[in-house]
T-cell receptor, first 116, second 117 residues
């Protein structure tokens, strides 16, 4: 069975500092990986996804993530955060048989709090 | 573009009553819609997937007679929680996909908080 673990439930960081939100997955088959962001009172928005190709994936709002198969990780990074990045971030995984149908398994979420 | 709305945003109901939650894709046709449940500080759990005009496919452990899903049109899906009990209190989120061959491209609604007293 597939599972996703987000290692940090809360990450406080000062504005303009770099940040890394950690995500590890477990799967016996090849995976496809996603990061979503949820701002207060809004629906989840896709930040970036890894389906194939380059393991370094760039997304919206200056975020990027690197797929590391050997470490079964897909950590999200941003070199310099803004107050507006304060939100909940979710990592999600899918596998080939689910991809077309859209089934996603989500992690528990990481609350990023950017302080001035 | 690609906006999904949910109504109501929050609802309180008494134990034993039923409550209906609507999910609408406002500016695209949704071939597939998904319903998730989220407990505080926990991940989104997929409850069911529905395609327009077809019966919903429920995930293991989800009671289909309790959580009735109707995907009546390409822009509307409803989730009815029947005979609700306090343990059904949760945050319910829907998402919609415009591509039948790319279900992973989902647009999420803002969620509905259900409290059963």
């Amino acid at each position: 069975a597939q599972s996703v673990t987000q290692l940090d439930s809360q990450v406080p960081v000062f504005e303009e500092a770099p940040v890394e939100l950690r995500c590890n997955y477990s799967s016996s088959v090849s995976v496809y990986l996603f990061w979503y962001v949820q701002y207060p009172n809004q629906g989840l928005q896709l930040l970036l996804k890894y389906l194939s190709g380059s393991t370094l994936v760039k997304g919206i709002n200056g975020f990027e993530a690197e797929f590391n198969k050997s470490q079964t990780s897909f950590h999200l990074r941003k070199p310099s955060v803004h107050i507006s990045d304060t939100a909940e971030y979710f990592c999600a995984v899918s596998v080939r048989e689910w991809l077309k149908g859209g089934k996603l398994i989500f992690g528990q979420g990481t609350e990023l709090s950017v302080k001035p | 573009g690609a906006v999904v709305s949910q109504h109501p945003s929050w609802v309180i109901c008494k134990s034993g009553t039923s409550v209906k939650i609507e999910c609408r894709s406002l500016d695209f046709q949704a071939t597939t819609m998904f319903w998730y449940r989220q407990f505080p500080k926990q991940s989104l759990m997929l409850m069911a997937t529905s395609n327009e005009g077809s019966k919903a496919t429920y995930e293991q452990g989800v009671e289909k007679d309790k959580f009735l899903i109707n995907h009546a049109s390409l822009t509307l899906s409803t989730l009815t929680v029947t005979s609700a009990h306090p343990e059904d209190s949760s945050f319910y989120i829907c998402s919609a996909s415009p591509r039948i061959d790319r279900g992973y491209e989902q647009y999420f609604g803002p969620g509905t908080r259900l409290t059963v007293t």
